[in-house]
């Protein structure tokens, strides 16, 4: 019913000034119409000169008011060290245009007040000049020239990748419907390949394992970024166009799938630096509206945003990041877990189970120098085992696999330091066959580890291999895990004498 | 069957008469092909005359519907928190409404109103509407002939752009919606149905819409081209053709080579969405589903897009521009100044459009030293504009200014060309866009230049002829209430976009509120959203004014109202089929013989006189 009266409303005031038109222009033709004519002429003359006034103070006006927004002053000063060169080429962008602005509007409704039709004037019979034509083809042709120059410039400087000396930290920030994904490298600073195919559950950006520069990369949401240190930002787009925007660092690049781009900027101002000039501005003084306890200078944070139409969520891609000292940033970095060893891993994703990584090596070899401590320790004797969960043969065999000869070499360096120690290799399986063949299966086993540590250097009385079949279970043979966790090698380590291996061969253990 | 000998009405009838040249043409029996009854003189004319006012006024239809449509997102984004609910009956499921009773735009339906709003306005209003209108009505008018080349592909013109407009409203009503990936409908996302639901049967329509559009335009445009080169009269060469000829005459050839591109775009967009061929398609992963497109780039389609949409901003403006000359030097009542130095500037824009497409793509993932090539010649293009905008000025300067609502448009028309070409300088500028592209301070520098310039261009064309079209004036004072209400609006609704546009805020959002760095304009937006309501309204007054003249404005009495030159005014007031009763009229100089020797004007069927001063 409201929305009826408001249209009646309109209709009836748009039928008044039809109304009011319709007056005017008879009383124009009773009243003379040249006598009118000369009036209103002089009149809209007037509201010419009075709107371009108006409007040019209204212009500055407003500018001035709103400096503070502006690109380059006030709270928005770059926070990039190219920024700076986009805001002082805006600067004189904004001045050069803003002569011509005032003088063109001031000729232009000036003009048309001044020669305004007036009774018994004349026009003047002015066709052309051509020195005219040439000075104003020509300066604008000058200013341009200086501002293609100049704006170029920058424009090279800024866009150019960088260089093969540059100390620089490579970053992924990947668009998608409708978020930011960023990757950070690891300690190998290097961000490693990705394939769009290979998007999963699990592998959210299609990173392909095999390639190892993927191993420690940190896939992160909000983050932090080191001050005055080259950014190399590697976008990319897994659905449909993105654009890589940080408006206070002045960047912004589109994120096409299939097709990276990059931006290479260097941050020049902390957050908390960044927080403290805005706290100097009143429109910072506020209360922040999601947070009325702190003043929006305090809550400010660095944002990454979208600027390419991507969907109906477009508006909605927010990230936020600190920049912070080098320091704090590493520590940060640390802190981050790698993707694929918190989640891929040893997971039947992981297409690497047959190498060790060098932290990996490192990391098992502390864990059994201090299990073997601790047996070697301990002085009930029967506690003196420990076992040797990495050790592992290939299936009804008792050939070593690959990757066992990391924790073998850690038994040898462990039997070498403590040379007065003395080792009984016991071998197990689990209940899947012939218990008689998998006895057999377990002597031999243990005998070949005892091979390899004697190869490695280890005197051979110093070891006794014993095989137990199956009869010595740590775990239920119903399930995969137990079978798994029963076939196994154990290390018995004493500084007393060898017990004398018993066989056991048809002595079942229940 | 003899020419009937009528009483010349004024001199130039007159001159007609004696001067003319005799062509013949009513002696061959036309009646019946033309305007003899309703349907072929209103409906499926072929007279260009009738063909003017069908798309002035399907533009203005057009224009009404776009118009309405910022109205509505407007509000959205001036004033999130305030409850729409009272547009559901009219946009039903596209109202959310939620817990609080509080209405607002579904964000698929913001962005498909943001996307058609800037297609109708583009392509139906201030291409067909604008350029469609006044070349169908001034060319053969200004340059002396009976009808354009071929009238069946002038209507042909019409009616596929009809058919075209159809096809685009119909799209509104999709269950899903109409396109809502932005007029300019890059893939992967118009692409793809699963990226957008606007994506699907909405992409299918506009596109096939713009197809029929194109055909529209081609049409049309090779008629111009025709008509101008081989439809003049004796004695109308080149250069004494009236500014607005020259500047259809050019937006002509642009249009004809530069929408083909589109086409073929929109060819492959259809292939690569129906027969899964990957020209735009690369490494896409979406719906939880790895597609097989590969090998394609999605900036091809920007390339090829461009290409078109960069000369489609001068196939909108240069109607505009050649239309203010005109009318700009019939109220200064003094030549247009540099007449040549408007041409060569005319052409030399022609040109220029043509090698700055890439200025678009700055930031898009070209290879950025393609960009020192674009921003010289993006930044060149100032300078004829420049040359322009000096030589409209000097046409004022010593003049005997009428005001009228035409003439208002018109100097609005140079204001408005002045504000937003000077912000091209800015966006043109490579370094600059890093910041500025695809922020607020882009659409407050396009609105202003080919949007708000290009509607001035427009109404002072529409003031101007409005009495040619319908024997009628429109109202004078309803025209300044509208030109006042419309220059100071439209100012207040796009100059504070530079302000949010230079803080970075960009443009295409649904809402402010998730970026602390964009929420702080709430008040500005309010302004503008208001601001746009009441210029809108004035817009009403215009239809209102229209329409009410059409019928009951102040009848035309004399052949030339305003003393002009050109020919259109030596055509009686009812201007028939072959617009001259008699012999066609031999030019004998140029159209700008204002002032000249002391005499107010000169018609171009006047003879150069013994004693008169030379040409200019």
Known sequence: MSTLIVFICIALLLLIVLQIGRV???????????EVEARNTKMTGYYLVAFMVAFLVLCTASAFYYKNWMLGYGPHESASAHGGRIDSMMNVTLAVTYIVFILTHILLFWYAYKYRQRKGGKAQFISHNNQLEIIWTGIPAIVMTFLVISGLDAWNDIMGDVGADDDYIE???????????LRFPGEDGLIGRKDFRLIDGTNSLGQDWTDLKNADDKLVNNFKLPLNKKIRVRITAKDVLHDFYLPQFRVKMDALPGLPTYFVFTP??????????????????????????KMLWETANYELACAELCGNGHYSMLRTFEVVEEDE????????????????????????????????????????????????????DDDNTL????????????????????????AIAFLKKNAEVKSLLKGHTDNTGNAEANLTLSDRRAAVVLDYLVKGGISADR?????????????????????EANRRTELYVTRGALPVPTTIVNTPSK | MATAVIAPANREEGLIQELGYEDHFHEHHHGDKYQSNFISHYVFSQDHKMIAKQFLITGMMWAIIGGLMSLVFRMQLGFPEESIAWLKPVLGKWIAVNSDGVGSLVPDFYYALVTMHGTILVFFVLTAGLSGTFSNLLIPLMIGARDMASPMLNMMSYWFFFISGTIMFASLFLSTGPFAGGWVAYPPLSALPQAMDGSGAGMTLWTISLVFFVVSVLLGGINYITTVLNLRTKGMSMWRLPLPIWAFFVTAILGLLSFPVLVSAFFLMMLDRGIGTSFYLSDIYIGGQALDHVGGSPILYQHLFWFLGHPEVYIIILPAMGIVSEVLSVNARKPIFGYKAMVFSILAIGFLSFIVWAHHMFMSGVNPFIANFFVVFTLIIAVPSAVKVFNWIATLYGGSVRFNPASLFGIGFVSMFISGGLTGIWLGNSTLDI????????????????????????????YHWFPKMYGRFMNETLGKFHFWGTIIGAYCVFWPMHFIGMAGVPRRYYSFDVFQSFSQFGDLNKFITIAAIITFGFQLLFVLNFFYSIWKGRKMKTMNPYNANTLEWTTPIETGHGNWPGKLPAVQRWAYDYGKDGREFISQVEPVGPDESPAH
């Open chain 1, 24 to 34: 005017r222009d008879l009383a124009k033709q009773l009243r003379g119409a040249e």
């Open chain 1, 171 to 181: 970053i992924e920030a990947t668009g998608y419907q409708f978020a930011w994904q």
């Open chain 1, 268 to 293: 020049t101002k902390t957050t908390k630096e960044w927080r403290k000039s805005l706290s100097e501005y009143e429109e910072y003084q506020v209360p922040d509206p999601n947070d009325p306890e």
């Open chain 1, 329 to 380: 940033y590493e520590a940060w970095l640390a802190e981050q877990p790698s993707y694929y060893m918190e989640n891929i891993r040893f997971t039947e994703n992981d297409p690497n189970t047959g190498m060790l990584f060098p932290a990996e090596i490192e990391q098992r070899r502390q864990e059994f120098n201090t299990e073997a401590n601790t047996a070697l320790e301990t002085p009930e």
């Open chain 1, 387 to 410: 076992i040797l969960k990495y050790v592992t043969f290939e299936t009804g065999s008792a050939q070593l696999t690959e990757l066992s000869r990391y924790q073998l070499d850690d």
């Open chain 1, 463 to 483: 070891l006794v291999s014993s095989g137990f079949g199956q009869y010595a279970p740590v775990a239920d043979n119903a399930t995969e895990d137990g079978r």
């Open chain 2, 435 to 462: 910041q500025l592209h695809d922020t607020y301070f882009v659409v407050a520098h396009f609105h202003i230049v080919m949007g708000v310039a290009a509607f001035f261009g427009m109404y002072a064309g529409v």
